[in-house]
């Protein structure tokens, strides 16, 4: 918790208790754990802010034990360090905030773990993992390609997310995740560059296990949008796509990365207050659990 992490707590706020499992001190941790509570460009439905309380709130409704990576959130070594304090306004201050405080984590031998918030705070994350390992890779779940140049005027609009991560990504090696939704332009670069990875609902992640053979030492940067998932198990997002995967989809996806070097990871776009059910914020959770784990087992 904030009191007990004295090298952060200037950074962060309490924004409603922790995740389940979380240790009270950051001393040995691994993993860090932090929330961006950012929405400013949203442009359909805001109100990803409210994200990372709801997926804390929540935590306790799932169990800490992970049947499929057989860990337990008990036996792991992670904080939740609080939401990061940012001004209001403009992404750009935002994004280096985020860029800052992900540098420091990785200083300190811990892992980052962001909970959105928009999918703008994930280019700061990149640029700060990217400094640390220049041969970092990016895969990307998501309904949309977010590979526009600008968005409304605006550069770091969560329409534009990949396209700023891969400005700060020397590699410029990003697997985008059986994207459906964009535009001409945006499908023609992806299929050009060979970012395209094929993933059918139902299906292992043989496309993404093929297409991984060649990085298998490298540092992954995994990012999240929850859109990726179908709007019928996950309604709570701004900007729903139709056609979209659901919990046991992304278990195949965990069970390729699970024998991969995951050093770093988001999760975003969840917008509670669109889910009176409630289930978004269990899917978030339960989603924040194996990326936990998955950002454990090589510490
Ligand atoms: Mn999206």
Not at 17 to 25: Q, R
Not at 210 to 216: G, I, N
Not at 252 to 271: G, P, T
């Amino acid at each position: 918790m904030n009191d007990n992490n004295p090298l952060y707590i200037d950074e962060f706020f309490n924004d409603g208790g922790v995740f389940m499992g979380a240790k009270e001190k950051s001393e040995n941790c691994t993993v860090g754990l932090y929330g961006v509570t950012y929405d400013g460009t949203t442009s359909f439905r805001p109100g990803t802010r409210f994200g990372p309380s709801a997926i804390r709130e929540v935590s306790n409704g799932i169990e800490t034990f992970c049947p499929q990576l057989n860990m337990d959130l008990e036996d792991l070594f992670f904080c939740d360090l609080g939401s990061l304090k940012i001004p209001t306004g403009a992404p750009e201050p935002i994004v280096e905030a985020v860029k800052n405080i992900t540098h420091k984590l990785l200083n300190s031998n811990m892992k980052p773990l962001l909970l959105g918030g928009e999918h703008s705070i994930t280019s700061g994350a990149v640029a700060a993992t990217a400094t640390f390992y220049s041969d970092l890779i990016l895969i990307q779940l998501d309904a949309h390609a977010d590979l526009r140049e600008e968005w409304l005027g605006n550069k770091h609009s969560h329409a534009c997310a990949m396209r700023r991560c891969l400005e700060v990504l020397p590699s410029k090696t990003l697997y985008q995740v059986a994207i459906r939704s964009g535009t001409k332009q945006e499908f023609e670069e992806i299929n050009n560059q060979n970012r395209l990875v094929l993933h059918n609902s139902g299906k292992s992640a043989s496309d993404l296990n093929r297409k991984l053979q060649q990085h298998r030492e490298q540092p992954i940067y995994l990012t999240v949008d929850l859109d990726w998932f179908d709007p019928s198990v996950m309604p709570g997002t701004g900007t729903p796509e139709p056609g979209g995967f659901f919990w046991n989809d992304f278990a195949s996806i965990v069970e390729v990365l699970r024998n991969y070097n995951l050093v770093a990871a988001d999760i975003v776009e969840l917008s509670p207050l669109l889910d009176h059910s409630g289930i978004s914020s269990v899917l978030a959770a339960k989603v924040t659990r194996s990326l936990l784990m998955l950002l454990s087992q090589n510490s």
